[in-house]
Each structure stands twice: as C-alpha cells, then as structure tokens.
C-alpha cells in the first residue's frame, strides 16, 4: 500500500496546472460575451422629449398621441418606415427618456407564424446579449377573448430590454403583437 505525500512545491505545481487548465476552458466563452444592448434609434437614456421629437419629425413618422403613464410623459409615434413597426411609445420621466417600446405587427402574421417568429426573435436575442429570462407565460379565456402573453428579460448594467408576444382572439377576430421594451436605469 502506498501512501501519496505531496510536498509543497508539488501542490503548487498541480494548483497552477489547474488554474491555467480553467483558464484554457473559460477564456473561449469570455470571448463570446454578450453585446451591449443599444438603445434604440440611436437615441441616449435621458434624452429630452424635444430632442426625441424632432429626431421622429425628420424620419417623417408622426407623433400620433401624448399623454401620462403614472408620472411620466408619453410620446406615440406611427409611421415608420418599417412597415411591420407599427408602433412606437418613448417614456419620458421628468423630461427624461427612461424606456422605449416597439410593437411589431404584420396582418400575415397567424398565431403560428407570430410564434415562430417570437422564437426565433428569442433565440437572436439570446444569441446578442446573453440567455433570456421568463418573465411570463399566461394562456386563458377572459370574457370570452383567448390571450396569450409570453415574455423573457435580458439585463445589462444600464438597460434591460424585454421581449413581448401578446395575442388575442375572439371567433375570426384576432391582434396579435411582438414588442420589444427598452428600459434605462
């Protein structure tokens, strides 16, 4: 029977050829690390409501409505020139731009098509900015009207963006919407 007795320089000598074994390991998905979420249209957390307006003016969309949300300061703008952004609200908290939500709709978009698409969105995402979390999944009848809601986070030091699938149908009547919620912090 052999008893193993390791002396210091041999200890030291297995810890070093560990560490730079875990380093060999971890240092391939350090560099895949997960973008930086922008916010969107090039726009800068605390940016005023009239710089965000006029920025929308020159892109010839239009701000269709204002009004409060809480404390905060609404702008609705429609028009994109994408045609499946069919809406976008900017938040502004004291004349500060602090979250933007972007809702994508297309009128070929079935309830099977809007899913693959959110997964698929999902999965992009993920891929950019690291894995998601769920932050809800509900399906149910409310008043006679089928809703869905699924929705995953993604966080950063600055911003969290959140991924939204909502649909509703009632008989042959549907709307059915994929946002995106950009928060600064």
Same mark, same amino acid.
């Given at each position: 029977?052999?008893?193993?007795?390791?002396?210091?320089?041999?200890?030291?000598?297995?810890?070093?050829?560990?560490?730079?074994?875990?380093?060999?390991?971890?240092?391939?998905?350090?560099?895949?690390?997960? *973008? *930086?979420?922008?916010?969107?249209?090039?726009?800068?957390?605390?940016?005023?409501? =009239?710089?965000?307006?006029?920025?929308?003016?020159?892109?010839?969309?239009?701000?269709?409505?204002?009004?409060?949300?809480? !404390?905060?300061?609404?702008?609705?703008? *429609?028009?994109?020139?994408?045609?499946?952004? =069919?809406?976008?609200?900017?938040?502004? !908290?004291?004349?500060?731009?602090?979250?933007?939500?972007?809702?994508?709709? #297309? !009128?070929?978009? #079935?309830?099977?098509?809007?899913?693959?698409?959110?997964?698929?969105?999902?999965?992009?995402? #993920?891929?950019?900015?690291?894995?998601?979390?769920?932050?809800?999944?509900?399906?149910? #009848?409310?008043?006679?009207?089928?809703?869905?809601?699924?929705?995953?986070?993604?966080?950063?030091?600055?911003?969290?963006?959140?991924?939204?699938?909502?649909?509703?149908?009632?008989?042959?009547?549907?709307?059915?919407?994929?946002?995106?919620?950009?928060?600064?912090?």
């Amino acid at each position: 029977m052999r008893i193993f007795h390791f002396g210091l320089r041999e200890i030291m000598g297995m810890t070093i050829r560990i560490l730079i074994l875990l380093w060999l390991l971890v240092a391939p998905a350090a560099l895949h690390a997960a *973008e *930086e979420i922008k916010v969107p249209f090039n726009f800068r957390w605390g940016d005023s409501a =009239k710089l965000v307006e006029d920025t929308i003016v020159r892109t010839q969309a239009k701000v269709v409505e204002r009004r409060k949300s809480g !404390a905060r300061d609404v702008l609705v703008v *429609e028009g994109h020139p994408d045609p499946r952004l =069919k809406r976008s609200l900017f938040y502004f !908290a004291n004349d500060a731009l602090d979250e933007i939500e972007l809702q994508y709709a #297309d !009128a070929s978009w #079935d309830t099977s098509r809007l899913n693959g698409v959110f997964e698929q969105t999902r999965r992009n995402l #993920d891929n950019k900015y690291g894995i998601s979390r769920n932050v809800v999944r509900q399906r149910g #009848d409310e008043a006679d009207v089928f809703q869905t809601v699924i929705g995953y986070q993604w966080t950063q030091a600055y911003t969290s963006l959140r991924l939204f699938l909502y649909s509703a149908e009632q008989g042959a009547q549907s709307y059915r919407v994929l946002s995106y919620h950009y928060r600064g912090f």
